[in-house]
């Protein structure tokens, strides 16, 4: 019976859901192949962390540290290396978060264990894994298969399972110290920092009308303003808007921008890649208009419009200025 | 400060219908444009303005056909000073094949910096940088937004989620996947493009490397593609664009949002 490796994420003391859902999914993997689900904790001095860990576990390995309490991806690379060599894990889940994308295929080369990055799905078919990804930012759906190996990695996205406690399991813990020959890492932690936050909050509106790469130039940006404004409403937006600074970050939507929960979202030429959709699990009626009729983004909207977005905009504010 | 790039051309898929091919492996791809990786643009002009600061050189690479070297021009016409097209042949190519091809041309070599884009428009997979600073023995970093670099080492911002980032120091040489908005790209006009023919382009074909079978084996394999299910989502709401206003307001008042 051999492993399957959860590695436990957490930031500024907490840790983050991509865990519990790693924790899920692994376990619904067990249960079909009876492997044995272990959670790896790296982190800092009495963390608090492994009573919510250990029951969703066959049992936790940690090793804690000063050095490991935020992320240093060469720590976390060398310990997790180690730890492959001497368990051989079939499975090494990590998430497809900043935090694992910055180790996790380094890993995957020293370890010479195959990885599948941002994976949606996972089962096992004839002893092997084969995973299901989204490529072209979401249009098209992939499956992929690995060379023949011991152990595989696997970085899972964020939000795509929902972790169900259906039993209980006994986290045995192991409590290991961290190997006196470590090498000293080339890079060091000094801070967290956050986002500015600006005149307005967007995690607070009852309705967002948002704008996405569609909106092509930034003189465009005030014409849907205005529309927000007759609505009462708040504009926000998707990262390429941001990028291009057209709106403050603080009006971004999404993983990097801000999670939000208005009662009706109004989605204007935005395409839907998952880093933005992941923002707006919380919308109560998504309203989306886009050109492009198999963008990803009408798979999670209440109501779709294919169309020009300007036609739309320009409709709208004659029905409410008339 | 010498740097190296590693770029991409993909093809635009955001507002393209598009299909899958025979074989069910990928997208028809005859009829796309293509485009520089949009990641890869921002990793250009980063290495561009680190140059200007610091001094050095920036070199481009590519592995691609000759049609892919329209990318490596365009680094050039954006102040890169070398470029180098790796040319695969028939291989396939995964993000192991891909980094350690990269890296068989890239170690040995004078370098503090590699930059790579985040990802990739087309696979999204995000791994060849991470990948390559492996096979390199370098310092790594995701998601990058900003880099100011104090002799051997420099104060980076990573992008983590919700709205945070984390700031640390870094050893060079080292791996940087920068992530999109941490510059504005310059403009490149054609007349730049062809002043900048005149620089070095130099092309090698992986079969000139020191390569083992091994080191080109893929270690994942794309077995098929599909469309999502159509029936999946929204409900289409159709007729002239005044109709569509009154349903929309009509859909806002119903969710209680008063207009």
């Given at each position: 019976?051999?492993?399957?490796?959860?590695?436990?994420e957490?930031r500024?003391?907490?840790?983050r859901d991509i865990t519990f859902e790693m924790?899920f999914k692994?376990?619904?993997?067990?249960?079909?192949?009876?492997?044995?689900?272990?959670?790896?904790?790296?982190?800092?001095?009495?963390?608090?962390?492994?009573?919510?860990?250990?029951?969703?576990?066959?049992?936790?390995?940690?090793?804690?540290?000063?050095?490991?309490?935020?992320?240093?991806?060469?720590?976390?690379?060398?310990?997790?290396?180690?730890?492959?060599?001497?368990?051989?894990?079939?499975?090494?889940f990590i998430g497809h978060t900043s935090f694992g994308m910055?180790?996790?295929?380094?890993?995957?080369?020293?370890?010479?264990?195959?990885?599948?990055t941002d994976c949606i799905?996972?089962?096992?078919?004839?002893?092997?894994?084969?995973?299901?990804?989204q490529?072209?930012?979401?249009?098209?759906?992939?499956?992929?298969?690995?060379?023949?190996?011991?152990?595989?990695?696997i970085t899972l996205r964020q939000a795509v399972c929902t972790p169900?406690?259906?039993?209980?399991?006994?986290?045995?813990?192991?409590?290991?110290?961290?190997?006196?020959?470590?090498?000293?890492?080339?890079?060091?932690?000094?801070?967290?920092?956050?986002?500015?936050?600006?005149?307005?909050?967007?995690?607070?509106?009852?309705?967002?009308?948002?704008?996405?790469?569609?909106?092509?130039?930034?003189?465009?940006?005030?014409?849907?303003?205005?529309?927000?404004?007759?609505?009462?409403?708040?504009?926000?937006?998707?990262?390429?808007?941001?990028?291009?600074?057209?709106?403050?970050?603080?009006?971004?939507?999404g993983t990097s921008?801000?999670s939000?929960?208005?009662?009706?979202?109004?989605?204007?030429?935005?395409?839907?890649a998952f880093q933005h959709v992941a923002g707006?699990a919380?919308?109560?009626?998504?309203?989306?208009?886009?050109?492009?009729?198999?963008?990803?983004?009408?798979?999670?909207?209440?109501?779709?419009?294919?169309?020009?977005?300007?036609?739309?905009?320009?409709?709208?504010?004659?029905?409410?200025?008339? | 400060?010498?740097?190296?790039?590693?770029?991409?051309?993909?093809?635009?898929?955001?507002?393209?219908?598009?299909?899958?091919?025979?074989?069910?492996?990928?997208?028809?791809?005859?009829?796309?444009?293509?485009?520089?990786?949009?990641?890869?643009?921002?990793?250009?002009?980063?290495?561009?303005?680190?140059?200007?600061?610091?001094?050095?050189?920036?070199?481009?690479?590519?592995?691609?056909?000759?049609?892919?070297?329209?990318?490596?021009?365009?680094?050039?016409?954006?102040?890169?000073?070398?470029?180098?097209?790796?040319?695969?042949?028939?291989?396939?190519?995964?993000?192991?094949?891909?980094?350690?091809?990269?890296?068989?041309?890239?170690?040995?070599?004078?370098?503090?910096?590699?930059?790579?884009?985040?990802?990739?428009?087309?696979?999204?997979?995000g791994?060849?940088?991470?990948?390559?600073?492996?096979?390199?023995?370098?310092?790594?970093?995701?998601?990058?937004?900003?880099?100011?670099?104090?002799?051997?080492?420099?104060?980076?911002?990573?992008?983590l989620e919700g709205?945070?980032?984390?700031?640390?120091?870094?050893?060079?040489?080292?791996?940087?996947?920068?992530?999109?908005?941490?510059?504005?790209?310059?403009?490149?006009?054609?007349?730049?493009?062809?002043?900048?023919?005149?620089?070095?382009?130099?092309?090698?074909?992986?079969?000139?490397?020191?390569?083992?079978?091994?080191?080109?084996?893929?270690?994942?394999?794309?077995?098929?593609?599909?469309?999502?299910?159509?029936?999946?989502?929204?409900?289409?709401?159709?007729?002239?664009?005044?109709?569509?206003?009154?349903?929309?307001?009509?859909?806002?008042?119903?969710?209680?949002?008063?207009?």
């Amino acid at each position: 019976m051999a492993d399957i490796f959860v590695v436990v994420e957490h930031r500024k003391g907490e840790v983050r859901d991509i865990t519990f859902e790693m924790l899920f999914k692994a376990s619904e993997l067990c249960k079909e192949s009876s492997h044995n689900l272990t959670a790896i904790l790296l982190g800092g001095r009495d963390s608090a962390f492994l009573d919510d860990i250990a029951p969703w576990a066959d049992r936790v390995i940690t090793l804690e540290d000063e050095r490991l309490e935020n992320y240093n991806p060469d720590l976390y690379k060398e310990i997790l290396h180690r730890l492959i060599q001497k368990h051989h894990p079939f499975l090494t889940f990590i998430g497809h978060t900043s935090f694992g994308m910055g180790f996790a295929p380094a890993l995957s080369v020293k370890s010479g264990y195959p990885i599948a990055t941002d994976c949606i799905d996972i089962l096992i078919d004839n002893g092997r894994p084969m995973v299901t990804r989204q490529i072209y930012n979401g249009k098209v759906f992939s499956k992929d298969s690995f060379r023949e190996s011991e152990g595989y990695i696997i970085t899972l996205r964020q939000a795509v399972c929902t972790p169900e406690k259906t039993e209980e399991r006994r986290g045995e813990v192991f409590k290991s110290e961290l190997p006196p020959d470590l090498p000293e890492p080339r890079q060091e932690f000094m801070e967290f920092v956050e986002a500015g936050a600006g005149e307005v909050d967007i995690s607070q509106a009852d309705l967002l009308v948002s704008i996405g790469r569609g909106i092509g130039e930034e003189e465009n940006v005030a014409t849907v303003k205005e529309l927000a404004d007759l609505l009462g409403g708040v504009i926000s937006c998707s990262r390429p808007v941001v990028d291009k600074n057209w709106l403050p970050s603080y009006h971004q939507v999404g993983t990097s921008g801000k999670s939000v929960k208005p009662k009706v979202y109004l989605a204007l030429g935005i395409s839907g890649a998952f880093q933005h959709v992941a923002g707006i699990a919380g919308a109560g009626t998504v309203i989306a208009v886009n050109k492009d009729k198999k963008a990803p983004i009408f798979r999670v909207s209440d109501y779709g419009i294919v169309d020009d977005l300007f036609k739309v905009v320009e409709a709208l504010k004659v029905k409410l200025s008339g | 400060m010498n740097i190296i790039v590693c770029i991409k051309r993909v093809p635009m898929t955001q507002e393209a219908d598009l299909e899958i091919d025979e074989l069910e492996k990928d997208v028809k791809k005859d009829a796309l444009p293509f485009v520089i990786n949009d990641w890869d643009n921002y990793a250009i002009e980063e290495a561009v303005l680190l140059r200007e600061k610091t001094g050095g050189t920036v070199t481009a690479v590519t592995i691609g056909t000759e049609e892919d070297e329209e990318i490596l021009r365009r680094a050039l016409a954006m102040g890169a000073d070398k470029a180098i097209r790796i040319d695969p042949g028939d291989l396939g190519l995964d993000g192991f094949v891909t980094s350690r091809i990269l890296a068989e041309v890239i170690k040995g070599g004078d370098y503090d910096l590699v930059l790579t884009g985040l990802q990739a428009d087309d696979y999204n997979c995000g791994m060849v940088g991470m990948m390559l600073a492996e096979h390199l023995g370098i310092a790594h970093a995701a998601g990058v937004t900003g880099i100011e670099p104090e002799g051997r080492e420099a104060t980076i911002r990573v992008e983590l989620e919700g709205g945070m980032d984390g700031v640390l120091k870094i050893r060079f040489p080292a791996l940087m996947s920068v992530q999109t908005g941490i510059n504005e790209p310059r403009y490149v006009s054609i007349m730049g493009i062809r002043k900048a023919s005149k620089k070095e382009l130099k092309v090698i074909k992986t079969g000139d490397l020191n390569l083992t079978e091994d080191d080109l084996a893929q270690r994942t394999t794309v077995e098929m593609v599909f469309l999502p299910p159509e029936t999946e989502g929204a409900e289409i709401i159709e007729g002239d664009s005044s109709m569509v206003a009154e349903k929309i307001i009509r859909i806002l008042a119903e969710n209680g949002v008063s207009v």
